[in-house]
């Protein structure tokens, strides 16, 4: 077992109880051989660890060796010999694969066993911050971003009040002042929050809408309000739909306006929307015009929206979770012209910016509406008679009472890398796209779901077989094209070589969406990725 | 400066940036001597860091360097002879103290200014896991539950596909099934998911009761709905009325049920405010009982609760954010009697779990009501032609898209703590209670704000300073007794010597209240808690 690859130590199978212990002591022996920490972990537990008497060195011992098992996923995450991931369906998982138990017991594990199943959490894990990871929006394993969340959980503060959090609580306004300031909002407008994710921050836009227009509403509820109705565009995120129905909106009352091919949100389309909202006698007061969509990446015109909210008397939110990364670019950010003059604006640096999850900010220009809109000044929390400036005391600004700090990470990418470095990395993804653009361009066996060039670094696509080449396009053709994504994926998530996600929209069956937002991705990760779908579906 | 003592390499005013450069080489200097890392971070960025190639060694160095800050914060974190913060005011920290800017540069900084960057967020901050920081009802730092967010963070992950998420999706069903079985429910029934502290938790419940009696709500809104009442006890948690606020039912009609001196709900009067109402023409639907209420540490009377819910046909929620944690101790959980008839519940394993935060589970007794309440079935996520049993993409449950991995820390404490762990842990909090209720009642210099024994570990208590203890009873030693507090309060936190919250509470005027939730607390902490307030306000 001695000089065995670590990582290859729980593939074994292991099913009896005596087997598991033995393997576990070859693990430690493994782990103990290699880092030379002193303790014998087989024989302690979580109780001779602090803050047990004495316990500092054990202490030291065992978060040391854990450190030692994140240190090597890391370094391996960013190889690309390593797999994305080792798939196992959930049934496998549950019977308890090679030893693994997610059983809770009543009595404690040894530290040896609990490392072992830190082990194992991690290599049944998917490695988002691989390369060749393209499946979700979030991506990539900032290593900053990672200092700063170990560090985080290591203050383990809430950041309800300036009491608590006081650094916290100041990098947030730091954070959001200079978030603001690149949006365009100028010197004495401003205000916002950091959210749990950005169907949280959108739900936060549409809660401030109807309060700023119906502020009893939130003594009274909304019995007393005419039939209340919201725009958003049919290729927007679903969490629109999502708070209008948990605010008590319903989901029906969120009209979908009609996007061009290439995704955008149709001027002309909202506006005859709108009157004709009114002329139904419901009342129109809230638009969301997205900055990337989420599937095609594609930027709404802000500021013909802005015209329109601005004749309306409607409040404009800008969703740009996903496209406010691109204001870090000087050579991207005018895809984003007009969100100044928006109302609100969801921005997601967990997304485009890299940021460890969750960081998610609201960005609200009416300063104060947000701190009338909820707060209730509970006076256990918020005493209003402490002896430091109160104001800083923003946790009644949110909905939430505990608060997770979500800033610091994002604070610290800051600091390392400067605006310029988001830029950069920015603009990184972006080239990236392009590059995927130009090979599927000039490849006959791949075909473009728009033809237009990238805005964002989305690229969707189909492959398309050997078998399918010569059909005409139809129902026929569509229908088994609709099979070949689906069938790709669950072949690639067998072989755990790559990983990208696809879906249908509106009449297109389903294709790939590629999207780019880890700085470890080159060239040749696109070109594999390529060859790979083609490899996995060639004989579909 | 070599031998000097690291934390305190930044406590020299440091006010020009050569002299800021020089103690950046210094503390450079003083780290490297400790522990000889190979790296001269003053010369490196985060631009040599992964995914830069050869980046593996100057990663694998400056995250073991910032985890050696991190194990010394931990450490001095248990000792008694630490401070528990180091207060500043806001416009002081703003200022750049000692150096420390929080200024977001536009150029990348040095990783030797990112570590003295993190030295100093943990030196200006709080130290929550101190022995004697009895602030809030999350305290304390497990060792276990810090390594557990460790990793969660290295993993980077979101909760909302199996796809992935294999591995976090699991142990929270294995957490939920555990949690719901220890609340009494049988195995064919329970539901929940985690969520992003205890008010996201309660706001869950109202917006699954308001579905329950009005599926339509989802689609339709609450215009068709009739005027809706819900009700809480006046010592409730806030999160009721803000979640009412938010949902668009109004703060106002959450109708505030009487309690008893102890703090808990009378259940006569929750059946006359129902009765009330209903002959009022509102319609209640929803009774919230709080277990473990936040200033009293009181249990409402769950079996006379349900009995009135029953009989009216309302939702029951039991809001154990603080006193779920009773139910892991055989001595204690009988204070939950009737729980097991709620049909939705809150609990919070990062306040008397000791879990860090965030870490809050709401269990609903109804199957799939999560899913029916909340689900789009937005397709490039949630695509029904997965190879896999896509019933464990759960993230259609929740109102969030994205959300954060907050179940690992937890199923790796229960591993290494066992049932039994969590038991003990909470056993040693109340008897820490008792003790200083016992000491209480032996001193004349203070005075318990209600008499009863602690059925939770909150204490709340008055300090009478020699000038008052020979004023009678009446408004002038009210308003003198109002003020002794916060003025002690600010002492305390300028000496930074402990922490503990005060507020007023109804026609109690300001007193402090003790909360237990920390294991690393002892008597001589209770001990010198008392003996310091009594210090700080002797003169007042």
């Given at each position: 077992?001695?000089?065995?690859?670590?990582?290859?130590?729980?593939?074994?199978?292991?099913?009896?109880?005596?087997?598991?212990?033995?393997?576990?002591?070859?693990?430690?022996?493994?782990?103990?051989?290699?880092?030379?920490?002193?303790?014998?972990?087989?024989?302690?537990?979580?109780?001779?660890?602090?803050?047990?008497?004495?316990?500092?060195?054990?202490?030291?011992?065992?978060?040391?060796?854990?450190?030692?098992?994140?240190?090597?996923?890391?370094?391996?995450?960013?190889?690309?010999?390593?797999?994305?991931?080792?798939?196992?369906?959930?049934?496998?998982?549950?019977?308890?694969?090679?030893?693994?138990?997610?059983?809770?017991?009543?009595?404690?594990?040894?530290?040896?066993?609990?490392?072992?199943?830190?082990?194992?959490?991690?290599?049944?894990?998917?490695?988002?911050?691989?390369?060749?990871?393209?499946?979700?929006l979030s991506s990539g394993?900032?290593?900053?971003?990672?200092?700063?969340?170990?560090?985080?959980?290591?203050?383990?503060?809430?950041?309800?009040?300036?009491?608590?959090?006081?650094?916290?609580?100041?990098?947030?306004?730091?954070?959001?002042?200079?978030?603001?300031?690149?949006?365009?909002?100028?010197?004495?407008?401003?205000?916002?929050?950091?959210?749990?994710?950005?169907?949280?921050?959108?739900?936060?836009?549409?809660?401030?809408?109807?309060?700023?227009?119906?502020?009893?509403?939130?003594?009274?509820?909304?019995?007393?309000?005419?039939?209340?109705?919201?725009?958003?565009?049919?290729?927007?995120?679903?969490?629109?739909?999502?708070?209008?129905?948990?605010?008590?909106?319903?989901?029906?009352?969120?009209?979908?306006?009609?996007?061009?091919?290439?995704?955008?949100?149709?001027?002309?389309?909202?506006?005859?929307?709108?009157?004709?909202?009114?002329?139904?006698?419901?009342?129109?007061?809230?638009?969301?015009?997205?900055a990337g969509?989420?599937?095609?990446g594609?930027?709404?015109?802000?500021?013909?929206?802005?015209?329109?909210?601005?004749?309306?008397?409607?409040?404009?939110?800008?969703?740009a979770a996903w496209g406010g990364g691109l204001l870090m670019s000087?050579?991207h950010?005018?895809?984003?012209?007009?969100?100044?003059?928006?109302?609100?604006?969801?921005w997601n640096p967990h997304k485009m910016m890299g940021s460890?999850?969750?960081c998610?900010?609201?960005?609200?220009?009416?300063?104060?509406?947000?701190?009338?809109?909820?707060?209730?000044?509970?006076?256990?929390?918020?005493?209003?008679?402490?002896?430091?400036?109160?104001?800083?005391?923003?946790?009644?600004?949110?909905?939430?009472?505990?608060?997770?700090?979500?800033?610091?990470?994002?604070?610290?990418?800051?600091?390392?890398?400067?605006?310029?470095?988001f830029g950069?990395q920015v603009n990184k993804c972006l080239?990236?796209a392009?590059?995927?653009?130009?090979?599927?361009?000039?490849?006959?066996?791949?075909?473009?779901?728009?033809?237009?060039?990238?805005?964002h670094s989305n690229?969707?696509?189909?492959?398309?077989?050997?078998?399918?080449?010569?059909?005409?396009?139809?129902?026929?053709?569509?229908?088994?094209?609709?099979?070949?994504?689906?069938?790709?994926?669950?072949?690639?998530?067998?072989?755990?070589?790559?990983?990208?996600?696809?879906?249908?929209?509106?009449?297109?069956?389903?294709?790939?969406?590629?999207v780019f937002s880890n700085p470890?991705?080159?060239?040749?990760?696109?070109?594999?990725?390529?060859?790979?779908?083609?490899?996995?579906?060639?004989?579909?």
């Amino acid at each position: 077992m001695t000089g065995k690859n670590k990582s290859n130590v729980t593939t074994e199978r292991i099913t009896d109880k005596s087997a598991r212990r033995d393997k576990q002591q070859e693990d430690s022996t493994a782990v103990r051989e290699r880092k030379q920490t002193p303790a014998d972990f087989s024989s302690i537990s979580s109780k001779d660890l602090l803050p047990a008497s004495g316990g500092e060195e054990m202490t030291k011992g065992f978060l040391q060796e854990l450190v030692n098992i994140l240190l090597d996923y890391i370094c391996k995450s960013s190889q690309r010999s390593s797999k994305v991931l080792d798939f196992h369906h959930p049934h496998q998982l549950k019977e308890g694969l090679e030893g693994f138990s997610l059983d809770l017991p009543e009595q404690p594990e040894t530290l040896e066993q609990i490392l072992v199943d830190c082990r194992d959490t991690l290599k049944y894990g998917v490695n988002t911050g691989h390369p060749r990871f393209f499946n979700q929006l979030s991506s990539g394993l900032d290593v900053i971003g990672v200092a700063g969340e170990w560090l985080t959980s290591t203050a383990n503060t809430n950041m309800f009040t300036y009491e608590v959090s006081p650094v916290f609580i100041l990098m947030e306004e730091v954070l959001l002042r200079k978030m603001q300031s690149i949006v365009g909002w100028s010197d004495d407008e401003g205000d916002g929050i950091f959210c749990p994710g950005g169907t949280i921050s959108n739900l936060y836009s549409i809660l401030l809408a109807r309060f700023y227009f119906f502020p009893e509403v939130k003594t009274r509820g909304m019995s007393h309000l005419p039939q209340l109705v919201l725009f958003s565009s049919e290729h927007s995120h679903y969490s629109v739909k999502k708070s209008a129905a948990a605010l008590g909106m319903g989901s029906d009352n969120v009209i979908m306006v009609k996007c061009d091919e290439r995704g955008k949100m149709i001027p002309a389309e909202l506006e005859s929307s709108i009157v004709a909202a009114e002329e139904r006698g419901l009342v129109p007061f809230y638009v969301n015009a997205t900055a990337g969509t989420t599937v095609y990446g594609a930027f709404d015109p802000l500021n013909d929206i802005a015209d329109i909210c601005h004749r309306h008397t409607l409040w404009m939110h800008v969703d740009a979770a996903w496209g406010g990364g691109l204001l870090m670019s000087h050579r991207h950010r005018m895809k984003l012209q007009g969100i100044e003059r928006a109302w609100s604006v969801t921005w997601n640096p967990h997304k485009m910016m890299g940021s460890p999850l969750q960081c998610s900010a609201i960005l609200v220009k009416k300063r104060g509406l947000l701190q009338e809109c909820n707060e209730l000044g509970a006076e256990y929390l918020f005493q209003t008679d402490k002896h430091y400036d109160v104001s800083y005391d923003t946790g009644d600004k949110s909905i939430q009472c505990g608060r997770h700090v979500d800033v610091f990470k994002l604070w610290l990418m800051w600091k390392a890398k400067g605006s310029e470095g988001f830029g950069s990395q920015v603009n990184k993804c972006l080239e990236n796209a392009e590059y995927l653009y130009d090979r599927l361009q000039r490849r006959t066996d791949f075909e473009l779901v728009f033809k237009n060039k990238p805005e964002h670094s989305n690229i969707c696509f189909w492959y398309i077989p050997p078998s399918l080449r010569s059909l005409p396009p139809g129902a026929d053709r569509d229908t088994r094209l609709h099979q070949v994504a689906p069938r790709i994926k669950s072949r690639m998530m067998e072989k755990g070589s790559v990983l990208i996600g696809y879906q249908p929209l509106a009449t297109k069956v389903n294709f790939f969406r590629c999207v780019f937002s880890n700085p470890a991705t080159q060239q040749e990760d696109i070109d594999f990725l390529l060859e790979e779908i083609s490899r996995l579906g060639s004989d579909l």
